[in-house]
């Protein structure tokens, strides 16, 4: 049995934070209200017995959620009001002087400018806060790494979408670097020297997308291999994810053999925490860090009802930390592919499984066929397209995949002190990668291997009907026959 008394908590958390950030009070009021007539016609239909006990279950089920839904609704209120009130409303349109620290590695735009998202420290002269967009010009800009404070001039405008950024900036001149903390300098060091040595070993476009698989760092990877891995739905492994963590730490927990179990979950612990920070813990990161840590408690404990549970406190908790994520479609990404893994993978793996297919095997599909129908809407919605050759490119590519990754961890946290070794680790994974490039090469070659869709709502609306259709379908020919059902 399922434990889900959290999920609608979750869901209101979510729901309110969303709407309160895209459309201010009436959005969260509306939202709440929403949370609380689907939460009360869920009690009337469910208790079909009239039983007293089962009413005053449906009431608390309503009051918790509108509980929970005015709390949220109020902070969202209260957050999106600050952002509007924000000191750096009265400099748009004009120029001023800005310290903002980069949360993110900066992204290489067409033309040789580059944009990033920061954190803005001082705003003309005077100590400031808030979330910053950054669009500029120059080397200088581009090499600033996380965490690292950079002053310099920029042109303020308001902001162009609604995620609690207080505004744009376009940076005029050159920045004044300052000097980033201790670990975030420790943090770069490890990257760069990963990726020194990866491009002293590997071919260009194998040491390009080593980084990206394995850190994130998709600086060096051509638009070409970048163009070919989203047509074969194969994006999400150059960018950080709850498998590179599940994949991590679980690695490490195999050591429990040596160390004893105690031993090899504090160790996963540090690793999960150096992991976090080498890579750059940004919202996102966080995010897939906390996605990563359920998806290891599910296969641990091989029990969904622990995972569940675990999945919605998370989003309770995300929603409080980090509201903007309510509106990061990354953010929604992971929450649908954690719980399609929690929820509807194991049992098509069982099924499966009963009509003679090899576990590992049907493990591997269940999950990619899962993660690609509960995903594919919103990848459509954000792209305009659908790849129909996702879920045979991530299986082709799911067994290399953990090799370059615990391979690739190892060689950047050996590389600091002994770089002969991190090569040695590094050229294990030349084969592995080989083959990842070789299956987003031929994937997205295929005819029709990305087929456009519309844009938006309309797109997603029309590739969830469509993935409903392939659910139910594969639902219905992984289910066990009919002639076995009767034995």
């Excluded at 040595?197 to 980084?211: F, T």
């Amino acid at each position: 049995m399922i434990d889900l008394r959290l999920v609608p908590a979750a869901l209101t958390a979510w729901a309110v934070t969303a709407a309160g950030i895209l459309w201010a009070t009436p959005g969260a009021l509306a939202a709440v209200s929403v949370a609380v007539t689907a939460t009360a016609l869920a009690g009337l239909w469910g208790h079909r017995a009239r039983r007293a006990t089962d009413r005053r279950a449906a009431v608390a089920a309503v009051v918790a959620v509108l509980t929970v839904g005015a709390g949220f609704a109020v902070a969202v209120v209260l957050r999106v009001d600050a952002a509007h009130r924000h000191p750096v409303t009265d400099y748009i349109g004009d120029l001023t002087t800005v310290v903002v620290a980069p949360s993110e590695t900066p992204r290489s735009l067409a033309g040789a400018r580059v944009m990033f998202r920061g954190a803005l420290l001082t705003l003309d002269d005077t100590p400031a806060s808030g979330t910053v967009v950054v669009f500029a010009s120059g080397a200088d800009y581009a090499r600033l790494s996380p965490g690292q404070p950079a002053a310099f001039r920029a042109r303020v405008a308001a902001p162009t979408r609604r995620d609690l950024t207080v505004a744009v900036l376009a940076a005029v001149g050159e920045p004044t670097p300052g000097e980033a903390a201790p670990i975030h300098r420790a943090a770069h060091h490890v990257r760069g020297q990963f990726a020194q040595a990866a491009r002293r070993v590997l071919p260009p476009e194998q040491a390009a997308v080593l980084p990206a698989v394995v850190l994130g760092d998709t600086t060096a990877v051509p638009p070409t291999t970048t163009a070919d891995f989203r047509a074969s739905g194969l994006a999400h492994l150059t960018a950080v994810s709850g498998a590179n963590v599940t994949i991590v730490c679980g690695a490490v927990l195999l050591s429990a053999a040596l160390i004893g179990p105690r031993a090899a979950v504090v160790a996963a612990a540090l690793a999960l925490a150096g992991f976090v920070v080498v890579v750059q813990p940004s919202p996102s990161v966080l995010r897939a860090a906390v996605m990563g840590a359920i998806t290891l408690l599910a296969v641990l404990s091989h029990r969904r009802r622990q995972a569940l549970p675990a999945l919605a406190a998370t989003v309770v908790l995300l929603m409080v930390a980090a509201p903007e994520l309510a509106v990061d479609v990354g953010f929604a990404l992971s929450v649908s592919a954690t719980a399609a893994l929690v929820l509807i993978a194991p049992g098509w793996s069982r099924r499966l499984v009963a009509r003679g297919w090899p576990k590992p095997l049907a493990d591997a599909v269940s999950v990619a066929l899962a993660a690609q129908v509960v995903t594919a809407p919103l990848v459509a919605g954000i792209s305009g397209s659908v790849s129909l050759v996702a879920v045979a490119a991530n299986l082709a590519a799911a067994p290399v995949i953990a090799p370059i990754t615990v391979l690739g961890t190892a060689a950047a946290a050996v590389g600091i002190g002994w770089p002969a070794g991190a090569e040695l680790l590094i050229r294990f994974t030349g084969p592995e990668v080989w083959w990842l490039l070789r299956v987003a090469h031929l994937s997205a070659g295929l005819p029709a291997a990305s087929v456009p869709v519309p844009a938006g709502a309309a797109g997603v609306v029309t590739v969830a009907i469509g993935g409903l259709a392939v659910g139910a379908v594969w639902h219905w020919v992984v289910s066990p026959r009919h002639d076995t059902i009767g034995r």
